[in-house]
């Protein structure tokens, strides 16, 4: 929206050439031996990253929020576009106690830090509820196509933590992946709407890439899925092309998502739209992560207004 260089060019009133990555994908130095291939496929997954304990502790918390009736019409809470279940509540660290001093150990933002060498802040967090004989899935994206279009963020030095806290099967929704298609940026087409994002996230319609775009892709890296057993998680670069199906299966999944960013990749003004997003959705505090404490930032879900 400015003279500012943009190295990543979207929402284009025609098509244009795929971008291929000249940002570095580990930043840091990593010593997890479970993210060995991060650089290489653009994710990695770490088995029993929670307990069968914390599975069941957490499970049991989202389960209060999405049946929560204070939080009912929040903006941070979405529905599912058919079935009108939860479909993601966001800004959740600030709704759950748990949950914000889960996201502060070592364990978890460790990943972070060592993926993208600097210290880190939390640019996004949410819940996912994907129900039953209902959920509905997500169309083929790249996270940092949205956050730099329509939040600023300058460069893909951001990674994504989810977290399952239900068993991940091939057949029940779980996340879809091309291995490598992080070294791609494909620029889509179509000008942001204005307060588009509400409706967005219910079921995306911008930023998302053209079906040649994905046949492309799916030639050139391949589609593998990120399944396991609660408990597990994936960490994956904000360029990876990802998406999932619906779920018609009885079986329910959900997870905790987690975005962190490099606080040297702090968000500017948007590049391709009108405005900037809600802070629940992309945050403007840069406060590393470790120097938050999840005492000042917590707000119990009964104190919501």
Sequence with gaps: MSDRFDGYPTRLSEPAPHIERTDPTVWGRVTSPELAGFETNGF?????????DEVA???????????????????????????????????VHQLSKPIAELLTESRIVGLAEQILGSAVYLHQS????????????????SDFETWHAEDGMPTPRAVSLSIALTDNFPFNGSLMLMPGSHRTFVPCLGE??????????????????????ITFLAARYGITQF????????LFDSNVMHGSSNNITP???????????????????????PQRRPQHIAARDFTPVREAAPETVSVLADQVP
């Design 57 to 91: 502790a957490f499970g049991a918390e989202i389960g209060h929020l999405a049946a929560d009736p204070v939080l009912y019409g929040d903006e941070r809470v979405i529905v599912e576009p058919v079935a009108g279940q939860v479909r993601s509540v966001f800004q």
């Design 44 to 52: 990695a997954t770490i088995p029993d990253l929670l307990s069968p």
């Design 192 to 213: 942001t709407p204005d307060g588009h994002y509400r409706e967005s996230l219910r079921e995306q319609r911008f930023g998302v890439p053209s079906t040649d775009d």
């Design 227 to 234: 399944t396991g057993q609660a408990g597990s998680a994936l």
């Design 126 to 141: 949410r819940v996912n509820y994907m129900p039953g004989f209902g959920g509905s899935g997500f169309a083929w994206h």
């Design 251 to 273: 079986y329910p999944r959900s997870n905790i998502f987690l975005v962190f960013n490099s606080v040297e990749n702090a968000l500017e003004e948007p590049f391709a739209a």
